[in-house]
């Protein structure tokens, strides 16, 4: 079964930095392209950044641009979410899953949503 395992969420100030981490168990990530999601209380869960399988792609959503970078390390099977500038806003839940070319989940590449990671940015 495929699972997807998210970490490196927590409280941080507004401005403050985070780093999140996407691994996955019986799952090869590296054979495809990853992304990043979130997930606001009481809003839908949105795309926030996305990998291509070797990382020479990115994409980012038009809120987090400038301030997001997507990384990943094949070798260690892991994609990352660097977070800088941190806003209020950006407190959700963040999920990472394989994507297809329009950035949406990939459906045939994963069982189900991992159980994320809580990003909360407050004063």
């Known amino acids: 079964q495929v699972q997807f395992v998210e970490s490196g969420g927590g409280l941080v100030q507004p401005g403050g930095s985070l780093r999140l981490s996407c691994a996955a168990s019986?799952?090869?990530?590296?054979?495809?392209?990853i992304g990043w999601f979130r997930q606001a209380p009481g809003k839908e869960r949105e795309f926030v950044a996305s990998i291509g399988r070797i990382g020479a792609s990115t994409n980012y959503a038009d809120s987090v641009k400038g301030r997001f970078t997507i990384s990943r390390d094949n070798a260690k099977s892991t994609v990352y979410l660097q977070m800088n500038s941190l806003i209020p806003e950006d407190t959700a839940v963040y999920y990472c899953?394989?994507?297809?070319?329009?950035?949406?989940?990939?459906?045939?590449?994963?069982?189900?949503w991992g159980k994320g990671t809580l990003v909360t940015v407050s004063s």
């Open positions: 899953a394989p994507v297809r070319p329009d950035f949406t989940p990939n459906p045939h590449a994963m069982d189900s």
């Open positions: 019986g799952f090869t990530l590296d054979n495809y392209p």
